[in-house]
């Protein structure tokens, strides 16, 4: 068998790793057995590869598809289906409330910041007075009103951005949980 052929079986081999080692062969086997097929029928080993695809989807094929089998139902499944859902709680447990709190709340505040910047400088332009709550001091130094409000709108843009994000997060963590689950078909 043609050297570039057997890489690629090992490779296969290398990424089923967990599996057991009879199955694995048994794999590895079928998919010799396939090669040699097509080399039979004068494909050569650029076709044959081509086919075959790259090693570590083929090998990913493989375990999904023998995670999908009813027929592996037993304790190993039970216990795939146990651990998913441990982790699933207890991950749950803490990333559904925090980037669900989080998300909005630093939406909300991105949107507060420059309204609060932006009463400060009507406040200090139309009546000539700070309002004290909106007032952006570093240490002793207290900056013009109209840097105060610029820094307002870098500050609210950066807490709507990271609101953002921690709820497009949330929302990816839901619909890979989701999809883990579907595959197990639990």
């Known amino acids: ?11 296969v081999d290398r990424k089923l790793r967990p ?7 048994d794999i590895v086997r079928e998919i010799k057995s396939a090669m040699q097929d097509m080399a039979a029928d004068g494909l050569p080993t650029e076709g044959i590869l081509g086919r075959l695809g790259r090693p570590d989807a083929l ?14 139902g037993g304790w190993r499944r039970l216990l795939t289906i146990l651990a998913f859902y441990s982790l699933a709680g207890l ?52 900056p013009p009103v109209a840097v105060g409000f610029l820094c307002s709108l870098v500050a609210g843009a950066l807490l709507f951005w990271l609101g953002r994000a921690c709820w497009r997060l949330l929302v990816r963590y839901l619909r890979a949980v989701g999809r883990t689950r579907q ?3 639990a």
């Open 1 to 11: 068998m043609d050297k570039a052929l057997e890489q690629y079986l090992n490779t």
């Open 19 to 25: 599996l057991p080692a009879s199955e694995r062969a």
């Open 59 to 72: 090998a990913r094929a493989y375990l999904s598809d023998l995670l999908d089998k009813p027929e592996r």
């Open 91 to 142: 991950s749950g447990m803490v990333v559904i409330p925090v980037l669900g709190i989080c998300g909005p709340v630093f939406m909300l505040c991105g949107a507060a910041v420059p309204a609060a910047g932006l009463i400060d400088l009507a406040a200090w332009y139309l009546l000539g007075i700070k309002v004290p709550h909106t007032v952006i001091q570093l240490g002793p130094y207290t």
């Open 183 to 185: 595959q197990l078909g």
